[in-house]
């Protein structure tokens, strides 16, 4: 939301349908894919597709400059290293 | 002598570019703007420690509830949409100053808190209904996870809620201005991290 980067209004309502649509089509495939191996990587993929559209336009990330995007991906990328011995001994 | 003209619609954005800022500037944004940034980086790890207990804790525990008969799915889908409608009203408030409309600007601020107040709502009859239902924190995992992960959100809503109400007040005794925007700025990143939070719990908790 930088003034600095003095980006115009880059398509809000455009980005609002996405969401409505990759909503309405994870609560889909939840019901239709109770039982499918696939349900879980697809619902996890359409999630992250949400957060990165909220972040990118209404939170400007695209249109900021490396620092701040730095600053948002190094904590996910962190919490994935973190996550991952875990789950792994949970899942063993 | 050269004089440099600029395209009628970029004139606000030179202008707004041109404008003091109340706050330092360093690294091409204000100070003010990379604190939040960091805060926000800082509360993504808050949230990561919870999401990741909650899965070891679900891939750990041989009895977890079928989610879609525990908890009621299209109520809290409605929630999400309402999460998500208050993300583009906010983002239509700071569209609104950008452009000088204070009309706008005011009207999105009262729509977004609003909304975020009925997402408090629905989550306080959500959570109501599965008390009175007999899931509480106590009672199993499931149960003491659900109420932590939804409940440190819900915490974050309401505060969201507060910081909207105090924006609101300020744009409604005209503190901020096309060239002076700082504070609409910095509460939209804080509510649209709330909502992308809230994406990520949607789907882990409620669908998968």
């Known amino acids: 939301m930088s003034t600095e980067s003095g980006h115009a209004n880059p398509g809000y309502m455009r980005v609002f349908v996405f969401l409505i649509i990759l909503t309405v089509a994870e609560v889909g495939a939840a019901m239709v894919l109770a039982t499918s191996s696939a349900k879980v990587p697809l619902l996890i993929a359409l999630a992250i597709a949400k957060a990165t559209l909220v972040a990118m336009y209404y939170m400007h990330l695209r249109f900021e400059g490396r620092l701040l995007r730095f600053i948002a991906i190094f904590p996910l990328i962190l919490s994935i290293i973190l996550a991952i011995p875990p789950l792994v001994d949970a899942l063993s | 002598m050269t004089q440099t003209t600029v395209k009628p619609h970029l004139m606000a954005e030179v202008a707004v570019a041109e404008a003091p800022h109340p ?3 360093w690294g091409g944004m204000t100070t003010i703007k990379f604190a939040i940034w960091l805060f926000l980086a800082s509360e993504v790890m808050f949230f990561a420690g919870l999401i990741g207990a909650y899965i070891v804790l679900r891939a750990g525990t041989p009895t977890w509830p079928i989610v879609a008969d525990v908890l009621n799915v299209p109520l809290v889908a409605l929630n999400t949409f309402i999460l998500i409608v208050s993300s583009v009203t906010m983002v239509q408030a700071y569209a609104g100053i950008q452009a000088g409309d204070q009309q706008k600007l005011k009207n999105m601020l009262v729509t977004t808190t609003v909304l975020g107040i009925v997402f408090i709502a629905i989550q306080g009859i959500e959570w ?8 509480t924190p ?7 996870s659900f109420y932590v992960l939804t409940g440190f959100h819900g915490l974050h809503v309401t505060g969201g809620v507060v910081a909207l109400i105090v924006t609101s007040i300020k744009a409604f005794r005209g503190r901020y201005s096309q060239t002076s925007h700082d504070g609409v700025e910095l509460m939209g990143l804080y509510w649209h991290f709330v909502d992308v939070v809230w994406i990520i719990l949607f789907t882990i908790v409620y669908l998968i």
Do not use: R
Request: charged share 10%.
């Open chain 2, 23 to 25: 706050f330092p500037v």
């Open chain 2, 128 to 135: 109501s209904a599965l008390l009175g239902e007999g899931t």
């Open chain 2, 138 to 144: 106590s009672e199993s995992i499931f149960g003491a």
